[in-house]
């Protein structure tokens, strides 16, 4: 069986296919979406099995998630009013812990990223995200439930799905290997510090750029956690640590092999005043986001939670060069299609 | 002359005869050389001797040791016409110390005569900033998505006028202008491709400005546009019930050294291809927010003096708050870091001695419009080459060969002022 990196078969990359028949009919085509819905359908037993509340996603609302780096947010004229097609749903998870204590959606978002990102076989305009949200949960929770969903997937599908994974030459022994232990962690500093050691430009205020990102994920054998952001590189709702000013409750959970990254999460900010505060910091208007804040007022419970892409979550199970492979009806950034 | 545009309280027959005449107008009138008495009388514009900015005089010396390294280099004996004024200006590089200052969704800024002057700022190669409130007024493209809104226009016609190397665009974002999300806009809008590509675009976080310091932007608007931007804009009736005008008040923003902090690295993260500029209003602790913006990483500081200002103000702000330039200069003291100045800036002695007091480039706005109002092919143009031509003569009276090179030591300064040495931007 061939093992199948990213970087390996670069140049060979299937053109984006100028109408959906060719990429639809495409054996690698099926069997990619053939993995992901059963990695759905192992999400769904697993956090079902933990607790947790399956709710249908809002799709529109008058605010949505800013904390995005440099991507548009779609407009929708909603009666006269300016409303937004969702980017992720956060403000709406953690408003969804009124009702219930552990939640998760299966969430369209719609982004429209830089053109640039196009070529980074990471991005999509389009994506779905399996959006976790746990009240009263600690950001090492979040990780710590993050990363067995990720191992239970990934290892039902190398059990369930080993004719689609042959037909995507994609080695099961890697990725058994790759959950067979517990995932990495780094913090932010020491990431950055060593992709610059590396020669990598990186930041050291910023997330870590798609370039580095894609680093550090190939000189990964198994998921490992970036953790403790500095703040400005986050959206507002991700808590500051109290002990540590500057620094966020946050992660991300990068894939080995070079496929990047394929969560975030964090300890959720919810305390009103400090939620206006932050507001300001990411140079949001507070006075847009009235029902959030009002709720905020009233009382949003303390939580923490994460969203896994589940493109390329997909992208990495099945091995595909690119992650818009993993969709049915691919949007690339930038890109006209069906 | 062509239209109603005027300007009170500032040189406007002095910037429209520049306009007209370019270096010419830096000289008395031709026509008396050889038979008037010229000396040392009152020049035609009388400024404000109560501005320090004013009163400060130039002072070259008598031994010229950069003249004589000058003299090495060149072989000869340097003129005036051997200084050097092209510059960084917030990571762009720019043919003189100059740059177009903002204006906004202000109704003399709209429309043509904004895109006039951001095509004669591209052909001189120096930067122009293009204001706050532009896209929550004016809208971002037409309705049917093909016309050219001032926003996209300006941008666009800057973008084909200029070469490849000089200048750039410094976009601004309010508060409502987050709402809109402008920056996100424009950072993947094909028309700031060629920008983008070259290193030329830059956002401005505006903080405040120098005609209402403490004060969002004000405008007078006609009840129908006001009706459509309610949603995002307060309006007041203060003129009357009946009047068929309102008052438009944006908010000022709130801003702690955290936030500005925090914006500023934001910025930074969210859109690592464009420079990062901050605007700040001349407030008092004008100096902490100078050191704060360049140590969370801003490529630029501009200082807006509390003469400064296009947009519409109340009358009792124009003269009675904040700091003038000056102060803001003494203030913020000479930093190896890219101060900008702007305030009452139109001709060469003003804008010297600002570069001496630490700035980088002097910010032209109500100038620029007036030269544009005046001749909109060449009106700027002979406004900065009058600009140039002082400015390479005072500089090398001083005995430099580089705008660069300026210093305190050039200049006659109030007897309490004490301009502190040269020090990084994080003291």
Redesign the interface.
């Known amino acids: 069986m061939t093992v199948t990196t990213p970087e390996a078969v670069d140049e060979a990359l299937t053109p984006f296919p100028s109408s959906p028949d060719t990429h639809l009919t495409d054996p690698r085509t099926r069997a990619t979406l053939r993995v992901q819905s059963r990695m759905l359908a192992a999400t769904r037993a697993f956090l079902t099995a933990h607790g947790f509340q399956e709710l249908l996603p809002p799709l529109i609302g008058p605010v949505t998630d800013p904390g995005i780096r440099g991507s548009k947010q779609v407009d929708v004229d909603f009666y006269g009013h300016k409303y937004k097609l969702m980017t992720s749903a956060i403000l709406y998870k953690q408003a969804s812990l009124l009702a219930f204590d552990k939640i998760f959606y299966i969430a369209p978002n719609v982004r429209l990223e830089p053109v640039e990102t196009a070529v980074t076989h990471r991005h999509l305009a389009e994506f779905h995200q399996i959006d976790v949200e746990m009240r009263d949960a600690r950001r090492e929770d979040a990780m710590r439930l993050a990363e067995q969903l990720v191992t239970h997937v990934v290892t039902d599908v190398v059990a369930s799905m080993p004719a689609e994974l042959d037909v995507l030459g994609r080695d099961t022994d890697t990725l058994r290997q790759a959950v067979a232990d517990t995932f990495g962690r780094v913090g932010h500093a020491r990431a950055t510090a060593d992709l610059i050691a590396a020669g990598h430009p990186q930041d050291p205020a910023a997330e870590i750029d798609w370039q580095g990102e894609e680093i550090v994920s190939a000189d990964a054998d198994r998921p490992f956690f970036i953790t403790d952001y500095p703040k400005g590189s986050r959206g507002f709702y991700d808590k500051e640590d109290p002990r540590r000013p500057g620094v966020l409750r946050n992660f991300d959970l990068i894939a080995p092999e070079g496929y990047g990254e394929l969560a975030s999460g964090s300890e959720r900010e919810h305390d009103y005043a400090t939620l206006v505060t932050r507001m300001r910091e990411t140079g949001e208007n507070p006075a847009k986001y009235g029902w959030y804040l009002d709720l905020a007022r009233r009382g949003i419970p303390a939580g923490s939670g994460f969203g896994i892409g589940l493109e390329r979550f997909t992208r990495y199970v099945t091995g595909r060069q690119a992650v818009w492979q993993a969709s049915a009806y691919p949007k690339l950034p930038g890109v006209v299609s069906a | 002359m062509s239209t109603a545009l005027v300007a009170n309280g500032f040189p406007e027959e002095e910037v429209r005869s520049r306009a007209r005449l370019g270096a010419a107008a830096v000289f008395p009138a031709e026509s008396g050389y050889g038979n008037g008495l010229l000396g040392a009388g009152p020049a035609p514009y009388a400024p404000d001797r109560d501005d320090d900015l004013e009163r400060i005089r130039i002072v070259p010396p008598v031994f010229m040791p950069e003249r004589l390294k000058k003299l090495i280099d060149l072989g000869r004996e340097p003129l005036y016409s051997d200084v050097e004024l092209e510059t960084v200006i917030g990571g762009f590089t720019s043919r003189l110390p100059l740059y177009v200052s903002a204006f906004g969704s202000t109704q003399v800024a709209s429309h043509h005569l904004g895109e006039a002057v951001g095509r004669q700022a591209a052909r001189l190669g120096v930067p122009l900033v293009i204001g706050e409130n532009v896209v929550p007024v004016n809208g971002y493209r037409d309705a049917d998505g093909a016309g050219v809104t001032p926003l996209l226009g300006r941008i666009a016609a800057y973008a084909e006028a200029a070469d490849d190397e000089h200048g750039g665009v410094a976009l601004q ?1 309010s ?2 202008d ?2 809109a ?1 402008v920056w ?2 424009v ?2 809008d ?1 028309v700031s ?1 060629p920008l983008l590509a070259t290193g030329r675009l830059a956002f401005e ?1 505006k903080v405040g400005q120098g005609a209402k310091p403490g004060l969002g932007g004000l405008t007078v608007l006609d009840r129908d546009t006001a009706g459509r931007v309610a ?1 995002q804009y307060a309006t007041d009736e203060v003129f009357g019930a009946d009047s068929d005008r309102v008052l438009r008040a944006s ?1 000022p ?3 702690t050294e ?2 500005l ?12 291809r464009v420079k990062v500029w901050v605007k700040l209003h001349p407030g008092r602790d004008v100096a902490l927010a100078a050191a704060t913006a360049w140590a ?2 801003a490529d630029a500081v501009t200082v807006d003096g509390a003469e400064g200002g296009t947009a519409w103000a109340p009358t009792g702000f124009l003269s009675h708050v904040g700091l003038p330039l000056a102060d803001c200069l003494r203030r913020v003291g000479r930093k190896d870091r890219c101060l900008l100045a702007s305030g009452r800036m139109w001709e060469g002695t003003r804008a010297v001695k600002a570069l001496a007091l630490g700035a980088r480039a002097v910010g032209l706005g109500r100038a620029a419009l007036l030269a544009v109002d005046e001749d909109r092919e060449a009106g700027l143009r002979r406004l900065a080459e009058a600009f140039a031509l002082e400015t390479r003569m005072l500089t090398s009276a001083v005995g430099k060969y580089h705008v660069n090179a300026l210093d305190p030591e050039d200049l006659l300064l109030p007897a309490a002022w004490r301009m502190s040495p040269a020090t990084s931007g994080a003291a």
């Open positions: 974002q508060t409502e987050a709402d999300e996100n806009l950072y993947s094909p491709e976080l949603e908010s923003g709130t801003f955290e936030i902090r925090q914006q500023v690295r934001l910025m930074r993260n969210n859109f690592p969370a990483g």
